[in-house]
């Protein structure tokens, strides 16, 4: 029976210290491919108000029968446009159709800033407090949380792994006078 704990517990963590590589590659990866903030320009703070709620297709994250029974799921976006009708568009998900609705009825509006990238032509919108700037540091801050993270854990896992086997080696090793 002891065998087959250790076989377990070496397995898990094997698995969870190389998720925690792949997380942390992930997030550099994600971190070197962020666009420089100089690209964006600011075209101001505009008021959007919601218009219409729709149903999309989403994979689901689910494991196991219930993600082999519903491959996908269906989630409710919330579409918003300008006051102004400038051609700018955000969505956000809802957390249920009903809510969804509900935010279209109160034609609630809400304040965004729009950050147009000249060479791609594409834009992005932000909340009215944040700049370019801010808001790639930001992201920049969040991939550095998250790769340190996992590097963390991957370096404590090493550590106390080498540290057990130590301790296993000298009560292993018979006292000699």
Same mark, same amino acid.
């Given at each position: 029976?002891?065998? %087959? ?19 942390? *590659? ?67 998900? *809802? ?70 086997? %130590?301790? %296993? ?9």
């Amino acid at each position: 029976m002891q065998g %087959k704990i250790r076989h377990t517990r070496n397995g898990l963590f094997a698995t969870l210290f190389i998720m925690a590589l792949v997380f942390a *590659a992930a997030a550099l990866w994600q971190l070197c491919h962020l666009p420089d903030p100089g690209l964006y320009q600011d075209k101001g703070i505009y008021t959007f108000v919601p218009y219409q709620v729709l149903p999309i297709q989403v994979k689901n994250n689910t494991t196991g029968r219930n993600k082999r029974m519903n491959p996908t799921k269906t989630v409710y976006k919330v579409y918003y446009r300008t006051k102004e009708y400038s051609g700018y568009e955000w969505s956000q998900e *809802a957390p249920s159709k009903s809510a969804g609705v509900d935010i279209v009825a109160e034609k609630k509006p809400c304040q965004r800033r729009v950050l147009f990238r000249t060479d791609t032509g594409t834009y992005l919108t932000v909340d009215a407090g944040q700049t370019a700037e801010s808001y790639f540091l930001g992201l920049r801050r969040r991939c550095l949380l998250i790769t340190g993270g996992c590097l963390l854990y991957c370096a404590v896992s090493l550590i106390l792994r080498i540290v057990f086997k %130590k301790a %296993k080696k000298r009560k292993r090793t018979p006292a000699r006078f």
